[in-house]
């Protein structure tokens, strides 16, 4: 709910865009009230709700048929440094 920067609307929870590009946040849409109070009454309390996303397609364009494997392999390695990440930080 606390991104610098951003002036919520009508909302007060949003769903962002990393661009890696800019090293940024992007405001994708505010989401309704109602359909955050569902989500977060399901998440343990202080927790952070992180979604990561592919387009399979492209490592298979790019890769051939090890491409999905490459995916799961990318996403591996990506939670491991974002354990050690959190660790770091102290959560």
């Known amino acids: 709910r606390s991104v610098p920067g951003w ?3 009508n ?3 949003a769903l962002f865009h990393y661009n ?3 090293h940024a946040l992007e405001l994708l849409c505010e989401l309704p009230e109602v359909l955050w ?3 977060e009454r399901q998440l343990p309390s202080g927790a952070v709700l992180l979604v990561v996303t592919t387009v399979y397609w492209r490592n298979a ?3 051939g048929d090890p491409g999905f ?4 392999q990318d996403f591996g390695h990506y939670l491991g440094a974002l354990s050690f990440a959190c660790l770091a ?3």
Not at 69 to 72: A, C, F, L, M
């Open 7 to 9: 002036q919520p609307g």
């Open 11 to 13: 909302a007060s929870s």
């Open 20 to 22: 890696p590009f800019w």
């Open 37 to 39: 109070d569902s989500i």
């Open 61 to 63: 364009w790019k890769y």
């Open 69 to 72: 494997r490459y995916v799961h």
């Open 89 to 91: 930080a102290g959560a």
